[in-house]
């Protein structure tokens, strides 16, 4: 018998497009033998299916089902394939795991701690197993000084809204005159910003996954 997968991509952050975009390409290489896969689409506006009908569908968010066709659907696993919040920040993790549903990706404290770039660099700082950029953490509603940044900073440095990806409203600042449009770039996107000296070196990704609770 197939498993019900539900696809949720979305999102409420400026990453939608791309998240939706990912989607596609998860929903492509899913196994339609083996998985029945609804894609739900998260907007501030709601969480809908889209059926064959091209009929919408809202989830009951009282335990994440659908109504399709007469019938109840319920999930057996979930694919988050949001970029940004509330897929990456914990959020959704968390409602998840309240209603016992599994899910991809880590889990809601590690992904609440990981999205916000300066606190993520803070607590890995703490352990001293890592080295970490020197930095300075901005919000939008508390002042700051420029100059004064620049005087504890070392140039180049990257400018980048601290809970957002796919740089979105990032910049490389190369000269003292750059920093304050590179600020306001950034602030466009989120009300917190990480200013932190650039590293040269290459960037390497590893992806893991547990099979059997191993």
Request: contains cysteine; glycine residues 10%; charged residues 20%.
């Amino acid at each position: 018998m197939k498993k019900n997968i539900a696809l949720v991509a979305g999102g409420y952050s400026g990453e939608y497009v791309i998240s939706v975009q990912s989607a596609a390409v998860i929903e492509k290489h899913i196994d339609p033998a083996l998985y029945n896969v609804y894609k739900i689409v998260i907007t501030r506006q709601g969480w809908a299916y889209t059926g064959t009908d091209g009929k919408e569908v809202q989830v009951d968010k009282n335990d994440f089902s659908l109504q399709v066709g007469g019938q109840k659907i319920t999930f057996d696993a979930v694919f988050i394939g949001i970029h940004g919040t509330p897929g990456e920040d914990g959020r959704l993790q968390g409602y998840f795991e309240m209603l016992g549903i599994p899910y991809t990706s880590c889990g809601m404290v590690t992904s609440a701690i990981t999205f916000n770039k300066s606190y993520c660099n803070k607590v890995v700082a703490a352990y001293n197993l890592v080295n970490v950029a020197k930095s300075e953490h901005i919000f939008r509603d508390q002042p700051y000084d420029a100059k004064a940044i620049l005087g504890r900073l070392r140039l180049p440095v990257f400018v980048k809204p601290s809970e957002g990806g796919s740089s979105i409203g990032m910049s490389k600042v190369n000269k003292a005159e750059e920093l304050e449009e590179a600020i306001v770039k950034a602030f466009k996107e989120d009300s917190q910003v990480l200013i932190e000296e650039f590293i040269k070196g290459r960037e390497v990704t590893c992806g893991l996954y547990k099979v059997n609770g191993g």
